[in-house]
């Protein structure tokens, strides 16, 4: 029977689609400048229903740029488990975003037919956003949007990403999803975690935090709230007196390798954590007795909780298939230390949590993080089950039954639907206060190879094109057999090109044996970036030697 429906859209003529450039739903959403966005969100308003309507499910809908510059803006869709949108309807969002405003009706209709959405169905969205003064005139973009089709609305505020991430898996799960149950899910498994393991050695409960003047000081303020100091002391930098993300936050700390500004009064040995705008990122830092600062980012969070789940495994000798997933910007020496050392299977994946969250679930328990500090715990039902029952089991050994007690409650502090930097937090405080470690003895177990990170602007990012997980390059032609030349010539050279999702730039990573090596190559890369992709603005300089 032909499809007769027709869609009115009464809000359309107030969000017209005033820029004519396309744009793609990246690594994590749409994400250019504010100004730029208010149809973007309008129509990712009318898809979230749609996408609800067809899950028989709560979508949500995050309007964050995470840890982009203040003035931009964007928007990510939250799928029924909590997870990043399915990638076919990346693909629709940009088919939708993309069309011309004499279209859109018949786009939509396009995807209620393709989808076989049945639109009497109810369409229920939750939404966030983050602390950027932009994103209330968005919300409401977003808002007309999903009142056009009808859908119920839940508005959480000021959240965290991952927060929101949590509500709606929370929610499709038939469980509470308020603030107040997520910090309680949280602190209760963390202060059973912690309760009986004294404070002693080199560790101390105390956190010096970067809250990357965004919405995770304010939710670090909420957290620490729940609980007392001999569980988790904080000191809160950055709490939103200064501008968001600029020279703080989790992706300056991790580019700069540096102090976060506002720290700079952090003493030798104190524990220094930054999350980024959108709190789904955290990386720890110290400063030792001479004042060096020392990094301790998403792949010693990745080396530590899985070789502490991994221990925690052969005590309790249950038989489950643990693994971890990284990027190509994963420092070799991790992959090296977690494979060789820890004895655990690495996979790597390209850039984006949606890639990892997937892998990941692949195995009973995988521990994904990127290395710029965005990552969790995942784990299958199944293997919940296996360890609650041994954790009672009358005919282990008690110290088995311990383990697996132990790892029971680990599993618990992680935030399943997503990279959670509070939840990291927690889970990693709970590994070193276990460990009685303060941060070099976490920091010793491998030393990571110098490396760098680097941007080019470039006419169109398009122009670069990779393969093999974002580690070759495709695109323009003969880039990848001068990237090949150049690091040849540098012991333990890598070096990489991909166009980043969430910024008009390419990145460009290296490592080598030396800092001076990894910076060298770096620039040498940026130069041929520079010059082979269509270079916009100044050029890199070239090194000094
Ligand atoms: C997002 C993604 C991350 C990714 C990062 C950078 O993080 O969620 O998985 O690593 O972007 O991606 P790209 O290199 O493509 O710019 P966030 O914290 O900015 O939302």
Redesign the pocket.
């Known amino acids: 029977m032909a499809l007769t429906l027709t869609l009115s859209l009464p809000s359309k003529t107030s969000h017209p689609k005033l820029v004519g450039k396309e744009i793609q739903y ?3 959403g749409f994400r250019t400048l504010a100004d730029d966005l208010d149809f973007v969100m309008y129509r990712m308003g009318l898809l979230a229903v749609l996408r609800s309507k067809c899950t028989k499910a709560v979508i949500g809908i995050m309007i ?1 740029a ?3 510059p203040l003035q931009d803006n964007g928007v990510k869709l939250v799928d029924p488990h909590g997870e990043m949108l399915d990638q076919k309807w990346e693909k629709l969002a940009t088919d939708i975003v993309n069309v011309g405003d004499g279209q859109l009706e018949s786009v939509l209709l396009d995807i209620i037919r393709s989808e076989s959405i049945e639109i009497s169905e109810p369409g229920k969205v939750f939404v966030g956003r983050d602390t950027r003064p932009s994103g209330v005139a968005l919300l409401n973009s977003a808002i007309d949007g999903i009142k056009d089709l009808h859908g119920e609305l839940r508005d959480f505020g000021i959240v965290t ?1 991952p927060m929101l991430h949590y509500f709606v898996d929370e929610s499709n799960k038939g469980n509470e999803a308020w603030v107040s149950s997520y910090f309680a899910k949280l602190t209760k498994a963390f202060k059973h975690f912690c309760g009986e393991i004294s404070i002693s050695g080199a560790y101390s409960p105390k956190i010096v935090f970067d809250g990357a003047n965004g919405v995770g000081a304010i939710k670090m303020g909420m957290l620490a709230s729940f609980l007392d100091k001999d569980f988790l002391e904080v000191e809160i930098h950055n709490g939103g007196e200064g501008i968001l993300n600029f020279e703080c936050g989790a ?1 300056f700390v991790k580019v700069q390798q540096k102090l976060p500004k506002g720290l700079e009064g952090i003493k030798p040995g104190e524990k220094g954590v930054s999350v ?1 705008g ?1 709190a ?2 955290i990386v720890y830092f110290y400063l030792d007795d001479s004042h060096v600062f020392h990094l301790l980012d998403g792949d010693k969070i990745a080396s530590l909780v899985a070789g502490y789940i991994n221990e925690l495994l052969q005590e309790c000798k249950l038989k489950l298939n643990l693994g971890v997933v990284q ?1 190509a910007y994963a420092n070799g020496a991790s992959t090296k230390y977690i494979t060789e050392n820890l004895k655990i299977p690495v996979d790597c994946v390209s ?4 890639y ?1 969250h997937h892998k990941a679930l692949e195995r009973d328990i995988g521990v994904y993080f ?1 290395a ?1 500090g ?1 990552g969790t715990v995942v784990f299958s039902k199944a293997a919940l089950e296996v360890i609650e029952k041994a954790s009672v089991d009358q005919s282990l050994l008690p110290s088995e039954r311990l383990a697996a007690a132990k790892l029971n409650s680990l599993l618990q502090i992680s935030n399943p639907a997503v990279g959670d930097a509070l939840s990291d937090i927690l889970l990693v405080e709970s590994v070193l206060r276990s460990k009685h470690w303060g941060l070099k003895e976490w920091e010793v177990a491998y030393t990571d190879l110098p490396n760098r990170l680097l941007k080019v602007k470039v006419e169109d990012k398009n122009n670069v094109q990779t393969t093999d997980a974002g580690r070759r390059c495709t695109a323009p032609a003969g880039l990848q057999e001068e990237i090949d030349k150049l690091v040849k010539s540098y012991p333990s050279g890598r070096s990489f090109v ?6 008009d730039a390419v ?1 460009i990573y290296a490592e080598s044996d030396t800092q001076r090596n990894a910076d060298e190559l770096a620039t040498k890369v940026a130069i041929k970036v520079y010059q082979m992709a269509g270079g916009v603005g100044e050029a890199p300089s070239p090194p000094s030697v």
């Open positions: 990246g690594t994590a964050t995470s840890h982009n990403t992706d980024d959108d789904d990122r990027t850039t984006g949590v949606k990892l990127e710029n965005h991909r166009s980043s999702g969430t910024e990145r």
